[in-house]
Structure formats: structure tokens, C-alpha cells
């Protein structure tokens, strides 16, 4: 959120005080506390009818330094939280002198000169790395309305009469030339964030847009550290947009606490950062193998199914998992838990007969009730949906017929939902499908009693928890597996999650890349993505090329929305195609097996930005064509029609995964492939 016009001059209405000197500091427990008016004080009147910050410092683990930016402290605590996990036998050291107060954690030091200018220093090895420099740490009031768009679900309702409506706390971390900024979670615009303004607000945007299912309010730099915004609710960022050399951020409210994580490598700030919000579980080697779907809105039954499943067989295509999308259960029923019998007479047989064949079986579901659903009248009843103020249920007709959104901070709620999902499982369902979760509205009535437009992005982490725990306790550690779609921080905890609804074009397939390369670098593990984009149906050219590059993914779905995905449908050269991409993983498979030990002991990503594997390299802290599969494998796809790649291959020696060539790095390399071959090589150590 912009709040100045220009460099000199504020907006109409906006009423700024920033910190302007640290007037005190002193050590409280484990915490450094610093006391900043807004305005140097030289006689008694300057400490008379003017704000002051109190900014505390402390720290949850080495080389982590905690802040915490605070007008009001007497204000209501109605938000939900982030779980965090410290480690408690770490603590920070302060110390004050007459200069200036200093807090360290481990190798990594916050310097705040006590009596000057505001001109707070974080520190490591000797040098400064970024800084908070004068009219970053501030208050701001504002008198304007304009809080969110005009969408039902991401304006305040009507009459809103919360305290410190117009109340911001807003803070600026200093940019040095040359520094990139990455992250925010799967954003589909430039991977690097330098000159955007974004919003931490979950929205069903597709991937074109600059909206997002998973927003991450967490950014790394080029430059050793990364910032995490400690805020459930919108956090916004200006990345070298409102002010070049910096990047501000801001909450509404009266307090903002943040995190500035030293690494200096990218990858020890992922593994700071997962240490402090958690990492992925191990997931079954079935799931990195080929998942085929029905599709969306197809029209299928068991026959279409198993001819698929045979058609997929027969061709010696390796597949390990067939996925239902929505209408295994009947329209304007979701969700109801309830095979559509006059598709699906015999469920129970067909995901039987589906096993015998050696796959696992995964089916879609979504947290919205219809009215239609059987269940709708027994939550209703109960009282396990979201309500309005009057006690109603909150109701839309957007998705489904006057659907009712379930509220999983109510336990009995969450035990009744996924008590009707076990009906399912025990069928033989084996994973879970975790659609939408972003359309949560912000005049709803929860049942722990939180702030709705605080719960708004945290809602999918309730959702997806509820599920992902239940498939625990169903099937066991190491068996559950959801494919979901929006996300928050911490949500890598329930893996895995897939990019959405791409186009069918080689633009969307690109921007898809830039989306997964920034959720790898804010916290996730594994990722996918609709192989040959959701929306339309890809020409063969597109398709062959997105198989190479959804088999060489993390993991690898075939998926649309009005057209089939099976590979002869396109045609005949697909089919050689995908056979040839799916062997290929399959060969990769104990590789693949070994880098997840990767994201679930340290948070790193399947599929890494090559900024990550190679910091240093000036070159490949700009690119977003082409990727690493784990440390050593590198990956660029084609992203045009003329079956041409340029790519840039790093110092060192590489051997040629498919064709066994040798190549020196160092250089760009441009090229042409065949449909059955991709520029994909392996580093020789």
C-alpha cells in the first residue's frame, strides 16, 4: 500500500508519524526494548501530545532476529496466529550503551544508535546488510477508504465500525544496488519482485493475474537474508515500487512483528525460515509418479475411466495414480461425500477394480457445502458453518447453489467433515484432492470468536491441516497426500499443492514456472501444475512440451477442464511423448526419493530456482526459463513452437542426460529438440 505521493509529499488523508530518534533502551529478559517518538526531543514540551513506537528485539533461533513495532498496546488480540516453532534454547544477547543499544543472535546483530536520526543497522560479519533508514518505522493514520477492491470477498462489509479502521504500522528495509528480491509465494508475474506493489491476500485469480492462491508474506534477497511478516491477515509490500531503494511493508493495525533471517547462502535462509514455520513431510514414492485425471467438466463413468486406465496400460505409459475430479459426485451437490450413482453404481467395486490394476486412487473435494447437499441441513443445524451476525448461515451462490463454507475452527465441525470423508477413504480412496479455500468472506462469524479478515488467508491453513491429519490418522505417517491449491505460511506442512488454473497457452506455461520457482523459494517443497495448462485444450505442439516439463516437475499431473488429457486425444507423437518423459522420471525416481529428504529435513525445494544452487553466479540470479530438479539436475524447457531453447549453463562440467554429451559450462547454449528430448543435464562432481 502506497502511502506517499511521490518522494516529498503524503497522500490526502494520510497522517504519518515515523520513528524519528531512540529516545531509550533497556534489556528486558530476553528482549532488547527501544522507545522512538516522532520526533527528536530537545526541551520537556517535545515529549507532550505526540505518538512513540516501542520496537522490542528478540530472537527464536540463531541468526534470526525478531521485531516487534508497536503504537497501541492496550488493543484486543482477535487474530489467529501463525504456528511457530522456536528453539528454546537459544536466546539473544542486548546490551546498551550511552551510543547506542545492540541486539545479537548468533552471527547476526541489530545496531540502533541511541539519541540521533532514526538509522537502525542489521549487521553480520562486519558489514551491513540492510538497514532502517530515516521514514521507514512509522504509524500511519489514514483518513481514506481504501482498504480492499469492490469484491464481496475482499472489501469490508457494510458499516464496518472496527477501532483503528484508518490505523497502519508500516516499516522499509533498505535495497543495495544490485539486490533482487524473490518469494511472496506462488506469484505468476516477474520472479524477480523488484518495482511490484503486492498484496498478501488469497484469491481465486487464476495465473494471469497478480493475484494469488498462495500468498507468503516472506521475502529472500540476493543480498544473505530474508524477511518474514509475522501477520495472518493482508500484509502489504512495496518491492522498489513506492520507494526504489527499499521495501516496505505494512499491516492495518497497531502492531507489526517481523522477522529478518540471516543466512547468508539462500538456501540456509530456507532452512532458517522452514526451521521457524515447519517443513514438509516425506510423501509415498507412488506420488511422484503420473497422476491422470477425468478432468473437470467432462463427461465420464467407470467405463471412460478404466478404458482410460487400460488406454494408459496398454500403450506402457507408467501411471501410479487416477484422479476424480468434481463430478464424481453429482452438480449442485458439493460437497457431499456421495459417489454419483448414476454414474458411479458401483464405487466401491470400481476403485477395487482401479487398485488391482496397481494404482492408487485420489478424488477432488473442496470446504463448501451446496444447499442441495444432503449435508447442508445436519451443519446447519448443528451450527457448523460460517454465519453472518444475525446467526444465519453465510450463504453464496458463487461456485454452488446457496453454498455454506464449513468453519474448521470449530471441532466438532472439522470431526463431522472428515468423518463424512472417511466413508470415502475406507472405500479405498487413498488421496485428496484440496480445492479452493480462497473465498472466504470477511463479515463472516467464526467459532473461536477471531477477526474474519485475519482468518481470511488463514482459513486454508485450517482446511488443509484438518484434512492432511485426518489422512494421517487414516492410512499413516508417510501415506497422506493432498493436492491443494491455496495456501499460507506453514501450509508446506500439508503437502503437496499444484499452480491452478493456467491457460493453455506457451505464456501460461511459462508464468506456471515463475509461480512454482517462487513458492520454492518461500518455504515449499513440492509443487505441480495442470500438464498442458486447465483452461482450453492445448495444441500438440504446446502439450508435447509441457510433458516434458510436467514429468520433469516435482510431480506430474494430466488435467484439464473441458477436454480429456489422455495423450492419444491430442495425438499419436503424445503418446510417444509422455511414455518416453514418465519412463525417464521413473528412472529418476531414487534420486527424486533422496531430494525430498532435502525439503523435509531442511525446506528446500524439488524443483529450485537457479539462484538457489547457484548464488554467486551473477547470471543465474535472473533467470526463470529454466530450472534445478533437486542439486544436480538441470532443466530448461521450450517455451515456443519452433522447437527451439536458450539457456544458460553454469561453470563446470555437464553430461547430457538423455543424448550423454559433454559440455563445459559457463556459456548460453541455444538449440533445437526433438519432442522426445529436452535440454536436461547433470552435474559432474
Known sequence: MKFTNGYWLTKEGVEPHFAATAVEAHKCGDELVVYAPDKQIHT????????????????????????????????????????????????????VSP???????????????????????????????????????????????HHFREDPFLAFPDGDTRPHAGSFIKEELSLQVGEYVYGFGERFGPFIKNGQSIEIWNADGGTASDQGYKNIPFYLTNKGYGVFANNTGKVDFEVASEKTSRVQFSVQGESLEYFIIYGPSPKQILERYTALTGRSPLLDESTFGL??????????????VMGFIDGMLERGIPLNVFHFDCFWMKGFNWTDFCWDKDTFPDPAGMIKRIKEKGLKVSVWMNPYVAQRSWLFEEGRQKGYFLKKKDGSVHQTDLWQAGMAIVDFTNPDAAQWYTGKLGEILDMGVDFVKTDFGERIPLDAVYCNAKDPVMMHNYYTYMYNKTIFEFLEQKKGKGKACLFARSATVGSQKFPLHWGGDCESTFEAMAE??????????????????????FEGTPDPVLFKRWLAFGLLSSHSRLH?????????????????????????????????????KEAHEKGLPVLRAMVLEFPDDPVCQLLDRQYMLGPDILVAPIFSADNTVEYYLPPGTW?????????????????????TSIAIWKRVK
Open 44 to 95: 520537556r514540551g517535545d515529549t507532550l501530545n505526540r505518538p512513540e513506537l516501542r520496537i522490542r528485539y528478540s530472537s527464536p533461533m540463531k541468526n534470526v532476529i525478531r521485531v516487534r513495532i508497536t503504537h497501541f498496546d492496550g488493543q484486543a488480540d482477535a487474530a489467529p496466529h501463525f504456528e511457530l516453532y522456536e528453539d528454546e534454547s537459544f536466546k539473544g544477547d542486548g546490551s
Open 99 to 145: 551510543e547506542e543499544a545492540v541486539f545479537s543472535a548468533g552471527d547476526f546483530s541489530v545496531h540502533i544508535p541511541l539519541g540521533g536520526i532514526w538509522d537502525v543497522s542489521f549487521r553480520a560479519g562486519g558489514k551491513i546488510i540492510t538497514k532502517c533508514e530515516t521514514k521507514s518505522t512509522g504509524y500511519i493514520f489514514s483518513h481514506r477508504d
Open 291 to 304: 497422476w491422470l485425471s477425468t478432468s473437470f467438466t467432462t463427461s465420464y463413468d467407470e467405463k471412460t
Open 512 to 533: 506456471t514456472l515463475r509461480g512454482g520457482l517462487s513458492l520454492g523459494l518461500s518455504g515449499f517443497g513440492f509443487w505441480s501444475h495442470d500438464i498442458g495448462g
Open 560 to 596: 484439464g477442464s473441458d477436454s480429456y488429457r489422455v495423450p492419444w486425444n491430442v495425438d499419436e507423437e503424445s503418446v510417444a511423448v509422455c511414455k518416453f518423459f514418465a519412463e525417464l522420471k521413473k528412472s529418476l525416481l531414487p534420486y527424486l526419493l533422496e531430494i525430498q
Open 655 to 675: 553430461t547430457h542426460l538423455i543424448d550423454k554429451r559433454s559440455e563445459a559450462g559457463g556459456k548460453w547454449i541455444k538449440e533445437q529438440y526433438a519432442f
